[in-house]
């Protein structure tokens, strides 16, 4: 229905903007012509120079070229489509040798993908802000530059200013949420 109720506007405004097209046609085409952009007085000078110094090249430039309008018609351009590869398969193994980069799989058949070096994934990401949370002795900067090919500036930003989220609940929880949330559950912890 939708569809339908926005085609009556365009229905009825077509007969407007094919009214009399042939003569703001002709209308358009009877202006004159735009005016060139103005130029500096000393290239209006050099020209000057020029057309008095060499009248025959300001005449060769208005006249067409017959010999070079026939060396343009026998131009021919033939192009052909680049070889397919034979399979993603070579693709596949070709961007692997490259040493900067690295394959992070995840389990996931799907979810592969080529990282490279000095990058993370946002997989990767949070299972490092996870692991410094629960043990920042092991996990510092250091080892996460190390564990990841990080410059060592990146990976303490990383760790200073890239917090995961905290849920924290003040108070009582309400009833219909605290049956969600797991049963028994009376306050917040």
């Known amino acids: 229905m939708g569809s339908k109720l926005s085609r009556v506007p365009r229905m009825g405004l077509r007969p407007m903007k094919n009214l009399n097209v042939e003569a703001r046609a002709h209308r358009l085409l009877d202006q004159d012509k735009p005016n060139p952009a103005p130029q500096y007085a000393s290239t209006k000078e050099e020209i000057a120079r020029v057309q008095k110094l060499?009248?025959?090249?300001v005449k060769q430039q208005q006249t067409k070229d017959v010999r070079l309008d026939d060396f343009l018609k026998q131009v021919r351009v033939e192009s052909y489509d680049p070889e397919p590869k034979?399979?993603?398969?070579?693709d596949?193994?070709?961007?692997?040798?490259?040493?900067?980069?690295?394959?992070v799989t995840s389990g996931d058949a799907l979810d592969v993908r080529i990282v490279r070096?000095?990058?993370?994934?946002v997989k990767?990401?949070?299972e490092v802000l996870i692991r410094h949370k629960k043990e920042p002795d092991v996990w510092t900067a250091e080892k996460v530059a190390q564990e990841f090919n990080l410059e060592h500036e990146h990976a303490d930003g990383l760790l200073t200013y890239f917090k995961t989220f905290e849920v924290k609940a003040f108070g009582q929880i309400p009833e219909e949420i605290r049956e969600q949330l797991s049963p028994g559950t009376k306050e917040a912890p």
């Open 124 to 126: 990767q990401i949070l």
């Open 92 to 103: 596949r193994t070709e961007s692997l040798e490259d040493s900067s980069r690295r394959l």
């Open 54 to 57: 060499h009248p025959e090249i």
């Open 86 to 90: 034979a399979s993603a398969e070579e």
């Open 117 to 121: 070096e000095g990058r993370m994934t």
